[in-house]
T-cell receptor, first 113, second 115 residues
Framework: DAKTTQPNSMESNEEEPVHLPCNHS???????IHWYRQLPSQGPEYVIH???SNVNNRMASLAIAEDRKSSTLILHRATLRDAAVYYC??????????????FGTGTRLKVLA | DGGITQSPKYLFRKEGQNVTLSCEQN?????MYWYRQDPGQGLRLIYY???????QKGDIAEGYSVSREKKESFPLTVTSAQKNPTAFYLC??????????????FGAGSRLTVL
């Protein structure tokens, strides 16, 4: 399975930047790196995705290592509403030619007021 | 608005009963997925479907069954064979094969409690 490794938890002060790391050393050449976040008792929501180049959107930035074996989700100014579990996932190719998405346990981000 | 609707939001079941969770999407997505989440844990894949009338087992398919008779619908049945069915169930969809990024869209979830 395409596997990602993330720290279990991180803390940040409100209004400060947060860098959430993810290792994905088994990534294949055509797989996008996805980030989602989940608030308590809700379904995960899409944050950002990228292939090779760094990406920015209104929610966050994604910095991808040159060898693509790691990436970092950057929240430029953390707010209390950003407190959530953040998941970094890859598309996993199966032997039958289909693909699936495997979620790990993610990083629980705590934002301190 | 386009999205995924899961129902019911909360469901209670007696041991030994089958229960079916509904998942409907109006996003015209080809692929659909079911995940299970236990307290404090990540999401585990139960079943997924890339096209109508076809689906594959995920990592924890035992005790569950699905059907994909229509593109917009992917119901999940939790059978009496599932030994510990109390969990939060999440349905998701994506555009499907051939679309490079394939961003997942999730429903709000169904919380099943076995009494």
């Amino acid at each position: 399975d395409a596997k990602t490794t993330q720290p279990n938890s991180m803390e940040s002060n409100e209004e400060e930047p947060v860098h959430l790391p993810c290792n994905h050393s088994t990534i294949s050449g055509t797989d996008y790196i996805h980030w989602y976040r989940q608030l308590p008792s809700q379904g995960p929501e899409y944050v950002i995705h990228g292939l090779t180049s760094n990406v920015n959107n209104r929610m966050a930035s994604l910095a991808i290592a040159e060898d693509r074996k790691s990436s970092t989700l950057i929240l430029h100014r953390a707010t209390l509403r950003d407190a959530a579990v953040y998941y970094c996932i890859l598309r996993d190719h199966t032997t039958s030619g289909t693909y699936k998405y495997i979620f790990g346990t993610g990083t629980r981000l705590k934002v301190l007021a | 608005d386009g999205g995924i609707t899961q129902s019911p939001k909360y469901l209670f079941r007696k041991e030994g009963q089958n229960v079916t969770l509904s998942c409907e999407q109006n996003l015209n997505h080809d692929a659909m997925y079911w995940y299970r989440q236990d307290p404090g844990q990540g999401l585990r894949l139960i079943y997924y479907s890339q096209i109508v009338n076809d689906f594959q087992k995920g990592d924890i398919a035992e005790g569950y069954s699905v059907s994909r008779e229509k593109k917009e619908s992917f119901p999940l049945t939790v059978t009496s064979a599932q030994k510990n069915p109390t969990a939060f169930y999440l349905c998701a969809s994506s555009i499907g094969a051939g679309a490079g990024a394939n961003v997942l869209t999730f429903g709000a979830g169904s919380r099943l409690t076995v009494l």
